[in-house]
């Protein structure tokens, strides 16, 4: 009998980024408990809990300018004001005298009586006087009472990541301290013999095939600027033992264990089987250009994910898939960063099956321009340009179309 050849089996499609986001997230379950810092420290921070003022701000209706306080009724054309009193900032006037104007400086409060602040280049001093030489408008120049927060209201919500001016939001209703989730602690390592790191072998020194290793510098860099505490296992030799070595030590203090390199399916990537051997892996075939290898997972109680071993698929995966999963387990409300509509000035002629992040950046001319080299490992293109194109699959673009643009000051806050 004649035996029929095995029909291969056929490979997966690659999984869409938008699903691949949605299945990551789910597992992102917000990490337990809270910490309480000072308010100088919490900048970027994830808020634990909703703000409610137990105040107006401002507590009292006062003055935007310095000037003259006075009744709109009282002005004429002409006249002189009798100056009655002086209110500085942090002191409190008396009423108003009818048909006399105060003395006022900027923040202080509106004194009895008075209607209107006229600014002082509005005013002439004539000796114990002012003379008002426009008409004024009632209410012009005062803050009112509560404008900027009224007693009782949220100021801030919980899952808001702290920003410094919503520090200062934070600071003007009385708070020192603010509760926010804590920090997510995570192990970082690289995969592969052929990185060394700069410092330890000179560029003239190089084996045929080695290379620096650039992704532990910008992993770190990024996960720094999301608030997390990190780990640096350094590098991992290409061996599985040394790798089951790692991600078990590694699992048993830390939420997230993040490596970059051997997630791929050839005979040195020992990521899937060494994390399979210690716990659950789902390993990833995105369809996104760059960064199509992608896995995740458990090892022990820590969260898993492998990144590409090229440094912009590595960078781009970590902006566009890892950034949302970190400041979900945060408990952060946004996790999804804002798009700009731009025009291409450029030609993009040739659609990829996958949906791309083409690094570019914005010119003078209001429009974006691409950088010549898109591959993955070029890293140059990630510093020329200010931030990435959201391109659809199979979608190629002309001069002038218009393009979705996310800025990496979104991206890398």
Known sequence: MSSVPATPAARAPLKPLDQALVELLARAASLPGVETVSTFDADGRVLAQDLVSSLDVPAHDNSSMDGYALRTAD?????????????????????????????????????PGADTVVMQEDCEAVDAGVRIKARPQLGQWIRRRGEDVAAGAVVLRRGERLTPASLGLAASIGFDKLQVAPRVRVALFSTGDELVMPGEVAPADMKPGAIYNSNRFFLRALLLRLGCTVTDLGIVPDRLDATISALKGAGEAHDLILTSGGVSVGEEDHIKPAVQALGELALWQIAMKPGKPFACGKVGGAHFIGL????????????????????????????????????????????DKRREFLRARRNAAGGLELFGNQSSGVLTSAVWGDGVIDNPAGQAIARGDTVQFIPFSALMA
């Open 75 to 111: 002005w004429a054309e002409g006249a002189v004001l009798p100056v009655g009193q002086r209110i500085p900032a942090g002191s409190s006037g008396h009423v108003l005298a009818p048909a006399s104007a105060a003395r006022i400086f900027t923040g202080a409060p509106i004194p």
């Open 308 to 351: 590409p071993g090229n440094p912009v698929s590595s960078f781009v995966t970590f902006l566009v898939l890892v950034r949302p999963f970190l400041l979900s387990l945060q408990g952060a409300s946004e996790v999804a960063p804002a798009s700009i509509a731009l025009p291409a000035h450029f030609d993009w002629p040739k659609a």
